[in-house]
């Protein structure tokens, strides 16, 4: 090989040696790997299924209410109707 294909070389293996390692350790882009980017991801995902939790259990309540307040006004309503 003369000079000019070593230096070929040299650079693609410097670029997948640099890939790899940024694979690795989680460099560039904002994103993570390795074991810390899946202790995130779990915490992540356990904080947005309480707030899942949190958000159904207070629909819950609102549609109570709304149909307590449906139920109330038909009875007023046939309460007068009957007068």
Same mark, same amino acid.
């Given at each position: 090989?003369?000079?000019?294909?070593?230096?070929?070389?040299?650079?693609?293996?410097?670029?997948?040696?640099?890939?790899?390692?940024?694979?690795?350790?989680?460099?560039?882009?904002?994103? !993570?790997?390795?074991?810390?980017?899946?202790?995130?991801?779990?915490? /992540?995902?356990? %904080? =947005? $299924?309480?707030?899942?939790?949190?958000?159904?259990?207070?629909?819950?309540?609102?549609? !109570?209410?709304?149909?307590?307040?449906?139920?109330?006004?038909?009875? /007023?309503?046939? %309460? =007068? $109707?009957?007068?």
């Amino acid at each position: 090989m003369n000079g000019g294909q070593i230096m070929v070389v040299l650079i693609v293996a410097m670029v997948m040696i640099a890939g790899i390692i940024k694979a690795r350790y989680g460099f560039g882009h904002g994103r !993570r790997s390795g074991r810390h980017a899946v202790a995130h991801d779990d915490a /992540e995902a356990q %904080r =947005l $299924r309480e707030e899942v939790k949190q958000l159904k259990e207070r629909l819950a309540v609102i549609e !109570r209410i709304t149909v307590e307040k449906e139920n109330s006004l038909e009875r /007023e309503i046939e %309460r =007068l $109707r009957d007068r």
